[in-house]
């Protein structure tokens, strides 16, 4: 059998134009930014944006923000954006506050929840179920219908060992405050103080490093941590007794219908930041578990093997481990506590949803003020990322 | 060669258990020791409540806390609340504004529900014990409510029905052969067509025809209106939303992480406001639509968020498998992907589901539509029921509970059934 002579092949066909990848992808996304600019114009022209601008915030306020803490910024001479900026800065306060707190009920349930205990772990998971599946806003609203019923009036005020007042105007405590002090200094000396402590602070950590680098050369106990803290602590009475006492505490008191002096607490903070504690808690608690349970047993047992105590074996071994697991998620509910905040509308607690919400009332400009509101959320949201972020590269920062 | 040992006979085993009669035997390590009960249950006390000095004083401390808890629950339920906010405005509560007369439209709506719960039920998992008690203990509690404060025979009787329509349409299912055939698979097609019908037919009873719209719901209904609505309008906007976001174009991976990021970055509230005073700009249309369209939006791109999680956590061999056996991209998202990654993100989805049937209360705080919380506001301004704010809160908070806790339920057994986490 002779070879037959190979007839080249012919050249392939042309792959026509609407088969070729590229060209499909072109036209998939002309025809998607073509719909997209069409509902875009639709909404420009449906929204009638030619009178977007920001120039109504600068105008007088007329109309009082509750709630401030320490300042009274008066909302009659002072423009929309400062009191704007009013409603913010006690939205952080709540923010903060509630952070704080839900991460220490969050991680005490979520161990409690794992404890050998029996009635422990139940009453952990009772808690956890009633709050989880419970509305926020109805915690919220329950809780500050529980201070508005069951708190006297203020004419009938109750009075704790002359210090404190409590009443439905809210919890009356006594509060630090500058003063002329011994020598007369002017009011700015409180900043000198502080001023001073922080040289201290900084004194006091050095001494604390130097101590803990000669435990680790020696192996011999330096006491780092007692060193630092009573530095710091005979630092700050020196200086405080040096520069004439220029502190004093301000006892509130009871006039007519309402506090003076002190600092109060107002049943609408308190509420709401007793129920995105109880909420947050809630969820916190169950991150705080899945991650604990998350880690391997031996951790556990090893703890027990170089014979820890049930407190260090949490403290230094589960807890610091179970921390980078949690970092994520509990980053997460800190992001939901700013978003929930905007739940001081229902108390009326002026928050920045609410004086915002005050200001479209009076001057309109509805789509301005919203545009006004996502930004601030959108940038607290970032700085408790940029600080959780922060500290989840220091605690990852060792590898396992 | 007699002297030999005899062989030793096997003994006898134990006779097969009579038909009918189930025996379990367990291996050693798993018997329960034969120690009398009351020793058992004494080394049980010790060993959870009582195990050394610090843990009695944590469980003495513990017990003092529930204990006052409970007495101040018992005493506040049965000593010093007064109910009868809740008892004389029950209509209110439910329906406020739905007209009496098409009363009808809600008890077929209800029982169409109860019917899929039973079916679904029956398709997918078992009841036990326990959700025979919590059905029970529902039941108790509405007919409860049902007996005080006037008649309402009614209504319990039609209630009743809907529970029986929930136990039919159990038994219905639960007695088809559980393993895995044709049959099976074609039982669950339908019954998973009929829950995606549901809500189309549910809206369809409740808004047409007679003299009911939108407007009219109202009340307890319309937070049972607005959660489905959100959810299924969620997933919808957010399977497309999460490929999108994972698409390899830029203008549509762009365009749908700005949708995704801007929805996120505003709470529900917010957006509230925006149906308010903004979207009537643009599409128009009654104040509760706009509401339901604002929840659909906002939970969409949470849901887009979960499902694009899924989608990462599938692993690379997935989509080269899919492209070596020579599947087109629609095929491959269809087929291969979409399917796995909806299973991987079922546990998130239902979280969110509970977090947005917990938020519809916060429609009646921006906008002026009365749910369930805010038509307990209007309960308790009225002039005889202003001091029982407490009762009402606590009254609409357990509801919610009971919804909610059944959610989480039902997604635990979902995550079982699926076999999520085991693998």
């Known amino acids: 059998m002779s070879q037959q002579p190979s007839t080249p092949l012919p050249p392939p066909d042309p792959v026509p134009l609407i088969f070729q990848r590229g060209f499909r992808r072109l036209v998939q996304q002309g025809a998607y930014i073509g719909v997209t600019a069409l509902l875009a114009w639709y909404v420009y022209d449906a929204l009638n944006l030619r009178e977007f601008g920001f120039g109504f915030l600068d105008d007088p306020a007329a109309f009082k923000v509750a709630n401030q803490w320490i300042t009274d910024i008066d909302g009659v001479t002072n423009n929309r954006i400062t009191m704007y900026l009013v409603g913010v800065w006690s939205s952080v306060r709540v923010i903060f506050v509630a952070i704080l707190l839900s991460t220490l009920v969050g991680v005490v349930v979520g161990v409690a929840r794992l404890s050998s205990n029996w009635l422990v772990a139940r009453l952990a998971m009772l808690y956890v179920e009633v709050f989880r599946n419970t509305p926020l806003l109805m915690q919220v609203v329950l809780v500050y219908a529980i201070f508005l019923v069951g708190a006297p009036i203020i004419q009938e005020v109750l009075v704790i060992g002359d210090f404190a007042f409590i009443s439905n105007r809210g919890l009356a405590i006594p509060w630090p405050v500058p003063d002329a002090g011994w020598w007369g200094v002017p009011d700015w000396f409180v900043g000198v103080w502080v001023a001073l402590l922080i040289a201290v602070g900084i004194i006091a950590m050095t001494v604390r490093r130097q101590r803990q680098q000669l435990e680790r050369d020696t192996g011999q106990p330096h006491f780092a941590n007692r060193w630092a803290f009573g530095i710091f602590a005979v630092g700050a009475l020196i200086s405080f007794i040096a520069l004439g006492l220029p502190v004093s505490i301000d006892r509130p008191i009871v006039e007519g219908t309402r506090y003076l002096e002190g600092i109060v607490i107002r049943p609408e903070f308190a509420a709401l930041t007793i129920g995105l504690t109880l909420y947050t808690g809630a969820f916190n608690a169950e991150i705080v578990r899945g991650s604990i349970q998350a880690l391997p047993r031996g951790q556990t047992e090893a703890a027990n093997a170089v014979g820890l105590s049930a407190y260090q074996r949490m403290t230094l071994i589960i807890l610091p481990q179970a921390l980078r697991q949690m970092l994520p998620s509990i980053t997460n509910q800190y992001l939901n506590v700013n978003k929930n905040s905007s739940l001081a509308y229902a108390v009326l607690y002026d928050d920045l949803f609410r004086v915002a919400g005050i200001i479209q009332n009076k001057a309109g400009h509805a789509l301005e003020m919203f545009f006004v509101i996502i930004v601030t959320y959108m940038l607290i949201s970032f700085l408790i990322s940029v600080v959780m972020n922060f500290i989840n590269a220091r605690v990852t920062r060792v590898g396992v | ?423």
């Open chain 2, 1 to 423: 060669m007699s002297d030999l040992p005899p062989i030793p006979r096997p003994e006898q085993r134990p006779l097969p258990p009579a038909p009918g009669q189930r025996r379990i035997v367990l291996p050693p390590h798993r018997q329960r020791s034969r120690r009398p009960r009351s020793v058992r249950i004494r080394e049980w006390v010790r060993k959870n409540l009582f195990p050394s000095r610090s843990g009695t004083l944590l469980t003495l401390v513990a017990g003092t806390i529930l204990a006052g808890i409970l007495t101040g629950a018992v005493y506040f339920v049965f000593v010093s609340a007064n109910w009868e906010v809740i008892t004389h405005n029950r209509w209110l509560l439910f329906a406020g504004g739905f007209p009496q007369g098409e009363a009808w439209r809600l008890w077929v709506s209800i029982a169409i529900v109860f019917t899929l719960i039973g079916l679904a039920y029956g398709t997918w998992s078992s009841m036990g014990r326990r959700d025979h008690l919590f059905v029970a203990l529902v039941g108790a509690f509405v007919i409860f409510l049902m007996a005080h404060g006037g008649a309402a025979a009614w209504s319990s009787i039609y209630f009743l029905i809907a529970v029986a329509c929930l136990y039919g349409g159990y038994l219905f299912t639960v007695r088809l052969p559980r393993e895995t055939s044709t049959r099976r698979t074609w039982q669950q097609r339908i019954v998973g067509g009929l829950m995606a019908l549901s809500l189309p037919v549910v809206l369809l009873i409740l808004l047409v025809g007679g003299e009911v719209g939108p407007r009219n719901l109202d009340g307890f209904v319309l937070n049972l209106i607005l959660a489905p609505v959100g959810i299924v309008g969620g997933i919808v906007l957010g399977i497309p939303l999460a490929l999108g976001r994972a698409s390899s174009m830029k203008s549509i991976s762009w365009t749908c992480t700005a949708y995704i990021e801007i929805v996120r970055g505003a709470p529900l509230l917010g957006w509230l406001f925006v149906a308010l005073f903004i979207l009537d700009d643009i599409i128009g249309g009654d104040l509760i639509v706009r509401a339901m369209v604002v929840m659909a939006v906002f939970t969409g791109a949470y849901m887009a968020e979960y499902i694009r999680g899924a989608l990462q956590a599938l692993p690379r061999g997935q989509y080269e498998a899919a492209q070596a056996v020579g599947l087109t991209q629609t095929q491959r998202t269809r087929l291969i992907v979409m399917p796995q990654a909806l299973r991987i993100s079922i546990p998130p989805m239902v979280g969110q589901a509970i977090s947005i049937w917990k938020d519809t209360t916060l429609v009646s705080v921006i906008l002026p539509l009365r749910e369930l919380k805010g038509n307990a506001d209007s309960a308790i301004s009225q002039f005889e029921f202003t001091p029982d704010r407490i009762e009402a809160y606590v009254f609409v908070s357990v509801i919610f509970w009971i919804v909610a806790f059944m959610m989480s339920r039902i997604s635990q057994r979902v995550e079982r059934a699926q076999g999520i986490g085991e693998r």
